[in-house]
């Protein structure tokens, strides 16, 4: 009887000791399972930084420079067209300001979209000669003021034109320059408009 419990006890004992190693074995796995997880983590992390920044790293100086120049530009023009709106005496002033603003507006959503998807900074406001034109033309008055407007975009509408065609034969960013491809018979429009009304204003 004696014996018979001690080969109980004996038995009790062994069992437990299985049960311990059983759980200490399974518990590292899980731990080691937890660290593969948080390593696959850690690198579909870091894989997707130097995405944003390939795309910024992608442009030439040519592409950032006409982005800069077509943001300035676009807003020079809807400021311009907004004042010749309501400070133009002519209907061909008038009109052209309207389309300034129409047209030029749209252009400009267009390219700040292209800027957040390529992660660039577009300048936030005109160049210093694009402020002084508006100064002076804002201090104009009755058919001065329709005499200079026309003569602005006229002159505006050349450079601007000349820049979209560069960019649209030499850019290296394929959205940014189908943009300029896009644009430029609207730019065309635009020119033969102001020289419609320059004539009409003379």
């Known amino acids: 009887m004696k014996k018979l ?11 437990a000791c ?23 983590t850690m690198t579909d992390s870091t894989s997707v930084a130097p ?25 020079a023009e809807v400021m311009l067209g907004e004042l010749a709106s309501s400070n133009g ?25 292209w800027a957040s998807a390529a992660g660039y900074s577009l300048p936030s406001s005109v160049t210093a000669e694009q402020q002084k ?9 009755g058919a001065e003021f329709d005499r200079m407007f026309a003569d602005v975009m006229v002159n505006d509408h050349k450079k601007v034109l000349a820049a979209f065609k560069k960019e649209s034969t030499e850019g290296s960013e394929a959205s ?25 204003v003379k």
């Open 133 to 141: 034109t508006y100064d002076e033309l804002k201090a104009k008055k």
């Open 89 to 113: 005496t002519n209907a061909s002033v008038k009109a052209l300001g309207a389309m300034m603003v129409r047209d030029h507006g749209k252009a400009n959503e267009e390219l700040k979209s």
């Open 5 to 15: 419990i001690l080969s109980s006890m004996a038995l009790i004992a062994i069992i």
């Open 176 to 200: 940014l320059k189908s943009f300029a491809t896009k644009t430029v018979p609207t730019l065309e429009h635009h020119l033969m408009e102001s020289e419609k009304t320059k004539s009409t």
């Open 18 to 40: 299985e049960k311990k190693e059983t759980t200490s074995a399974s518990g590292s796995v899980d731990s080691s399972a937890v660290t593969a997880d948080t390593s696959v």
């Open 51 to 75: 995405t944003t920044n390939q795309s910024n790293s992608d442009l030439t100086d040519q592409d950032k420079k006409f982005a800069d120049a077509a943001a300035q530009g676009g807003m």
